[in-house]
């Protein structure tokens, strides 16, 4: 087994699409538009021929090189077409180039490293929810707190908004997202080209709740990708958020897609529902960091 690295100029987009494609551990983050669009600045290890890729997204400060985990990107790590072992992820993390001299990532439950010097690792958590079963399922599970939050919906005269365009969510995101407005402004701009990109390849919706004056009080992209449908970038005005139009939004999402063989994926750090309120089910991914800096000086 050998992994080298390799510049993004120099990967074949083929053969590294495929790779995440058919991996068993695969996922949206991992493709190459996608990493083009939010991590600008990659490179990768490669195993073999593509029999495994891991992306190292990156940004060169004074005298140094720092890999960092960009947003709207919860995990990342080694997708492989084989199921990965102690030895393979260690291969990969000792192959990680000296030039990066500090490391924070976050990596999916397969590609935690043990045993390896130098690393801190910690869990996170996120959860997914089986839409392969009914609606009557699905809502006779919802706790007391998420139903109150429903009816309050409800009463307050919210309803579905299915028209959506991407520059209303992107200008809704921006006005009303997470972080501060320079931000925000600069995330808006990534989410279109997501979304138009996911879009092109029939692999995503926008979905939305208005209240009674049809001004839009939550909304989200859902994208779909290796049998999972997953929240994005969910943003919730102020009048949403007090008026249960959260609620609203995941109901609407439940009642036009259960039955279907799908994991709904709450994107831990974006969802604004309490998972545990719908009875969703936890796994783990990992923060790694290092730091090889001596007294913060490079």
């Known amino acids: ?111 935690k490293p043990t045993d390896i010097h130098g690393f801190k690792v910690s869990e996170k958590t996120n959860h997914v929810l089986s839409l392969l079963q009914s609606y009557e399922n699905l809502a006779g599970r919802y706790s007391p707190v998420f139903r109150n939050a429903l009816d309050k919906s409800v009463a307050n005269g919210f309803r579905s908004a299915e028209s ?7 200008a809704f995101y921006e006005m009303n997202g997470q972080g501060n407005k320079g931000q925000r402004e600069k995330d808006k701009h990534a989410l279109l080209r997501i979304i138009y990109n996911a879009l092109h390849r029939g692999w995503g919706f926008l979905s939305g709740i208005a209240d009674e004056r049809g001004e839009l009080s939550a909304a989200d992209f859902y994208i779909t990708s290796h049998s999972r449908m997953m929240s994005l ?45 719908v009875h969703a089910m936890p796994y783990p991914f990992y923060d790694i960091k290092k730091d090889v800096r001596i007294a913060g000086i490079w």
């Not at 790590?77 to 976050?106: C, Q």
């Not at 109901?251 to 604004?272: I, M």
Request: hydrophobic fraction near 40%; charged fraction near 25%; include cysteine.
């Open 1 to 111: 087994m050998a992994v080298r690295w390799v510049k993004r100029e120099d990967i074949d987009k083929v053969k590294w699409n495929s790779c995440v494609h058919y991996a068993y551990n695969g996922n949206v983050f991992g493709y190459v538009w996608y990493l083009d669009f939010i991590g600008k600045s990659w490179t990768a290890l490669i195993e073999d021929d593509y029999q495994a890729v891991m992306p190292l997204i990156y940004r060169q400060g004074l005298h140094k090189m720092e890999i960092y985990q960009p947003s709207f990107i919860r995990e990342l790590g080694i997708f492989s077409y084989a199921a990965l072992n102690t030895s393979r992820v260690k291969h990969f993390f000792d192959a990680i180039p000296e030039e990066y001299r500090v490391i924070n990532m976050k990596v999916s439950e397969e590609c």
């Open 164 to 170: 959506i365009t991407p520059e209303e969510y992107a």
């Open 233 to 277: 970038a969910p943003v919730i005005s102020k009048n949403g958020e007090a008026s249960g139009a959260a609620a609203m939004q995941f109901d609407f999402l439940l009642r036009t897609n259960a039955g279907k063989p799908l994991l709904f994926d709450f994107n831990e750090d974006q969802s604004f529902i309490n998972p545990t309120h």
